[in-house]
């Protein structure tokens, strides 16, 4: 009898060593990370969306001051539709190629929206009006917002990334996450890398 308590107390003992030691060495990391990625890009999301979502009233008002301006506000709005109405599969982390489309549409209307910005200069009166002044600062508010959760995300996936390359991550992975896949990210496009040419 005793010895039967022994091996119980021996095997009781055994599973909480063996279940301290899965809890330290990184078993819960991969899906925290992950949990972690996720949730850096969905503020990148809401970014982009309070972005998408000024575009309009910026566009109504740039048009009572510049409505001779009608290609600058029709790829502005274009580029906008393209933007949110891009059905992003479930997979776009993972997915090169979705994720590329999605990037390349928000470049676009980024792009846009700075050719809007930039035709202020020729309307001094649009360039007084409150409202559109108001709608520069917060548009100008939310591109730093992108940008500090375009980094963020950045760093969640590197992190993410590593994990899953590097060992024991790598093992771990292989055991318990076999679908874990590595994560995309942001990049530069080309032409944006090259140094631009100034010329007097």
Do not use: H
Not at 27 to 37: F, M, S, Y
Not at 179 to 184: L, Y
């Amino acid at each position: 009898m005793i010895g039967n308590w022994r091996a119980r107390g021996a095997q009781f003992l055994l599973l909480v060593f063996v279940a301290v030691g899965l809890s330290g060495c990184g078993v819960n990391k991969i899906p925290t990370l992950d949990e972690q990625v996720k949730a850096t890009w969905s503020e990148v999301l809401n970014q982009y969306k309070r972005r998408a979502d000024l575009v309009p009233n910026l566009v109504e008002t740039v048009k009572g001051y510049a409505a001779q301006e009608k290609t600058v506000l029709t790829d502005v709005t274009e580029a906008r539709a393209k933007a949110t109405q891009m059905q992003l599969p479930d997979d776009i982390l993972s997915n090169p190629d979705a994720f590329k489309q999605f990037q390349a549409n928000q470049a676009q209307l980024g792009g846009a929206l700075g050719r809007l910005l930039a035709i202020s200069e020729n309307y001094p009166d649009l360039k007084s009006n409150q409202n559109f002044l108001a709608l520069q600062s917060q548009l100008e508010g939310t591109e730093n917002r992108i940008a500090v959760a375009r980094r963020d995300y950045i760093l969640a996936v590197q992190a993410y990334n590593t994990e899953l390359r590097t060992i024991p991550g790598r093992w771990i992975a292989a055991l318990l996450y076999p679908d874990a896949k590595v994560k995309e990210t942001f990049t530069i496009a080309e032409e944006d890398q090259k140094t631009p040419q100034v010329k007097f």
